[in-house]
């Protein structure tokens, strides 16, 4: 996209200059001239604005940030459609002069435990207000986080936002995933969706960065890091750097757990536990500082050398005691005295209040124990990680699920992260794997009998649907879709097939027709036809004599129909044109006739005719009979 700098945009907004180019905007630095205040005016890409889904979805990032009233997140002030001049569809920012995160992290690397800590803070608070109104960020990254010139923390670009105040989004489009790969939620690659626990994930991998100084994963593509999200363990923090406490070691890797349900719910859940972490790292921190809208101390630019003091010489002066001083001097003992009285009450309490810590701590609330997280667990692995904490595991219910195998652990009560009292329970719901149910045969029954037999189990009758069959009666199921056998979800349908019986076929007659064509037209239209052959006097030969059943009724579809096909009359005659013809001929002509043939040979010829035949010609003989000729 060319550089607007200089554009009078919807009347108002004077952009000055450039400031950010990203995949689908561009982000000036502009001017309200109406209320003469600096502002940032995000303009979608020319070529995308012509597509509507993408300005659907800058529509909704507006909606998104306006929904948002917070001192961490970005407050958008107006959006609309130029109107002259050049065309731009726009969004209005509060302009944050400062720096981005990542530039942070790029000039300074990583930060000090509690400098990430004060930065990590208002992100997650930020991120937890957006929660609690059921909106989803879905790209935060270190480009997204805002650092103004006075420390405070900003969160931008709610464009890939997800809530019932804003709609839905895509998270996958044209192959190209939406949101940076390197913050990616695993369930974000695998299936392309996102909650609240997608966005706990990408701050656990900016803290990861903020504490270490590096992704954990780098990859010369975007698909393999994307790959080693999914399938690879993210680095412990203390591996690489020792003095990272324990504690928060293993929040940021519960931050960034492969699976949903060992993270976080919330960023605000996130916070707690952090500021709790921060809290035993600084005791003297206010434990009701909630870290909202509490600026930071911003990261100098460039460190400054410390300028050498140089020690201030005192000067000397002898005073002689009069006195007052002396009356002085005995007022400090008398105060000294009562500090020392007021130290002793104060040890007391001290040492009452230390008394009741430790009962809070080993026997009393603050014994509870935090409960470890075991979905997707076995039971025998959850009674393994609950036995060293002195906690025991009730099977509270078996349930179904579709997503976790059987015997493994769907939920715990209290969930991963919560807490039960030392010595106490913690109650286990186990998977029974998805449900299923069986279809029962119901092939010969009817479609009442059918019902009655499928109620048993979750299932419901489908659609009924009628055909002709040759096997079933009329009125009985034939089979069922799913067939029987098949294990299915439950109130699944299940679709009778029901019998009409027998089809009926209308039979035409074929008596005086030709057998060939009989043969043909019955066996065409379904039926299984048997020939017969015989000699008649009057039918003509190779033409039907008679059929059964007989035409101008009705028959079963698939049914037999006999027919007798004439042989021609049973009688007939020796021809005279048979003498003086060649022998092979003349044998040929009489088997045609239906006769046998007997050949005598005589004499030495080599070409042979016929000389002589019996019975003699003109004779009328049985088809079958044996006729002699003689040959020479």
Do not use: C
């Amino acid at each position: 996209m060319s550089d607007l700098s200089g554009e009078l945009i919807d009347g108002r907004y004077q952009l000055l200059r450039q400031v950010a180019n990203g995949g689908m905007a561009t982000i000036y630095e502009a001017l309200d001239t109406r209320l003469d205040r600096k502002v940032a005016v995000k303009i979608m890409h020319a070529h995308l604005a012509q597509d509507e889904a993408f300005v659907s979805r800058f529509i909704r990032e507006a909606k998104a940030a306006a929904a948002l009233t917070h001192p961490n997140i970005v407050a958008v002030q107006d959006q609309g459609w130029n109107q002259s001049g050049i065309p731009a569809v726009f969004l209005v920012m509060e302009f944050i002069e400062g720096h981005t995160l990542r530039e942070y992290l790029n000039e300074r690397g990583r930060f000090e435990i509690k400098d990430a800590i004060n930065y990590l803070t208002p992100i997650l608070s930020a991120l937890a207000a957006a929660h609690d109104l059921g909106i989803v960020h879905r790209d935060i990254k270190p480009e997204n986080i805002l650092i103004s010139k006075d420390g405070r923390i900003k969160i931008a670009d709610f464009g890939l936002a997800r809530g019932e105040l804003i709609g839905t989004t895509m998270t996958a489009e044209s192959s190209v995933i939406l949101g940076s790969v390197s913050y990616l939620s695993p369930e974000q690659v695998q299936r392309g969706i996102a909650d609240s626990r997608s966005d706990v994930y990408a701050a656990g991998i900016v803290a990861y960065e903020m504490f270490t100084g590096e992704k954990p994963f780098n990859g010369d593509s975007p698909i393999q890091i994307a790959y080693m999200h999914v399938n690879d363990e993210i680095p412990r923090l203390r591996s690489k750097r020792k003095e990272i406490p324990q504690a928060l070691d293993d929040l940021i890797a519960s931050a960034t757990a492969k699976n949903p349900d060992d993270r976080p719910r919330t960023a605000g859940e996130f916070r707690e536990r952090l500021q709790q972490i921060q809290i035993e790292l600084d005791p003297k921190k206010n434990q009701l500082d909630l870290g909202l809208d509490l600026p930071v101390e911003p990261i100098r630019e460039k460190a400054r050398k410390k300028v050498k003091e140089e020690p201030v010489k005192e000067a000397t002066v002898e005073v002689k005691e009069s006195t007052r001083e002396i009356k002085r001097r005995e007022e400090k003992k008398k105060r000294a005295s009562k500090r020392v009285r007021r130290n002793r009450k104060v040890a007391l309490i001290l040492a009452v209040a230390l008394g009741v810590g430790g009962w809070y701590t080993l026997v009393g609330p603050g014994s509870r124990v935090v409960v470890p997280s075991t979905v997707g667990g076995s039971y025998d692995e959850a009674v393994s990680s609950f036995t060293p904490l002195g906690l025991t595991a009730v099977i509270l219910e078996n349930r179904y699920d579709e997503e976790i195998d059987k015997g493994r652990i769907i939920e715990s009560v209290p969930p991963g992260g919560g807490k039960v009292d030392a010595g106490g329970s913690v109650k286990l719901i186990i998977s029974k794997g998805p449900e299923r149910y069986t279809i029962p045969s119901t092939t010969g029954l009817t479609p009442e009998a059918a019902q009655v037999a499928i109620s048993k189990s979750p299932l419901t009758i489908g659609a009924v649907t009628e055909v002709f069959n040759s096997d079933i009666p009329a009125g009985f199921v034939i089979s069922s879709t799913p067939a029987a056998g098949s294990s299915v979800k439950r109130d699944s349908k299940v679709d009778l097939i029901v019998s009409k019986g027998i089809e009926q076929v209308a039979l035409a007659s074929y008596i005086g027709k030709s057998g060939e064509q009989a043969l043909n037209e019955l066996t065409e239209a379904g039926f299984n036809v048997e020939a017969g052959y015989a000699f008649s006097e009057t039918t003509p030969e190779l033409a039907v004599i008679s059929q059964s059943p007989a035409g101008g009724t009705t028959a079963n579809k698939g049914g037999k129909v006999t027919i007798l096909i004439s042989k021609g009359p049973r009688y007939t005659f020796i021809p005279k044109t048979i003498i003086t013809m060649e022998a092979n001929a003349g044998k040929a002509m009489l088997e045609s006739l239906g006769l046998k043939v007997k050949v005598v040979s005589i004499g030495n010829a080599k070409k042979k005719v016929v000389k002589k035949v019996s019975p003699a010609v003109n004779t009328k003989v049985l088809r079958g009979s044996l006729v002699t000729i003689t040959v020479g």
